[in-house]
T-cell receptor, first 116, second 113 residues
């Protein structure tokens, strides 16, 4: 199946700093990528849909100025958590849709963010 | 709005027992896709199955089987002869035409040796 990578896999940062997470589709071009957040022992919640060449669309309750998404190429989407605070500590997972296989999304391995 | 309910929070079984995970979904759309994912302690989501709304055939893949019943809006998952490696959190998810996935709360399966 298609491969999606995320970098970094784990990051620890101080409160107030910004953190950038990359999501790459390695062997296909993804016009659409999705960003999910998962708090400990909870389900995955969709944060936003990242569309190549256009602005991301955010789910209700997700602050677009805090979670900046850039999808500058068909293989890369980035999520920047700006001015991170301890409550932003979570597991962030991206997925990418292979347009050749319309119904299936491929998930990255996730990024664990810990804000001290 | 669509919704996915996994009523079982945790299930604990002894190795070789069968375990069935329930999933009930709600949607007004007639075209949709249902998924099951496995999330081991490492966190990575492992795709198990996709089923579209027009295909109610049950499916078996090795020790895994799925029962899709549109009449009751259920998409249940059974692991036969469970093994310790099956211990993980299992998520049922619903996808509509916008490709967004709505996940259930997940069921934690613990298989004891």
């Amino acid at each position: 199946g298609a491969v999606v990578s995320q970098h970094p896999s784990r990051v620890i940062c101080k409160s107030g700093t910004s953190v950038k997470i990359e999501c790459r589709s390695l062997d296909f071009q993804a016009t659409t990528m999705f960003w999910y957040r998962q708090f400990p022992k909870q389900s995955l919640m969709l944060m936003a849909t990242s569309n190549e060449g256009s602005k991301a669309t955010y789910e209700q309750g997700v602050e677009k100025d805090k979670f900046l998404i850039n999808h500058a190429s068909l293989t890369l989407s980035t999520l920047t958590v700006t001015s991170a605070h301890p409550e932003d500590s979570s597991f962030y997972i991206c997925s990418a849709r292979d347009p050749r296989l319309l119904e299936t999304q491929y998930f990255g391995p996730g990024t664990r963010l810990l804000v001290l | 709005a669509q919704k996915v309910t996994q009523a079982q929070t945790e299930i604990s079984v002894v190795e070789k027992e069968d375990v069935t995970l329930d999933c009930v979904y709600e949607t007004r759309d007639t075209t949709y896709y249902l998924f099951w994912y496995k999330q081991p302690p490492s966190g990575e989501l492992v795709f198990l199955i996709r089923r579209n709304s027009f295909d109610e055939q049950n499916e078996i893949s090795g020790r895994y089987s799925w029962n899709f019943q549109k009449s009751t809006s259920s998409f249940n998952f059974t692991i036969t002869a469970s093994q310790v490696v099956d211990s993980a959190v299992y998520f049922c998810a619903l996808q509509l035409n916008d490709y967004k996935l709505s996940f259930g709360a997940g069921t934690t399966v613990t298989v004891r040796a």
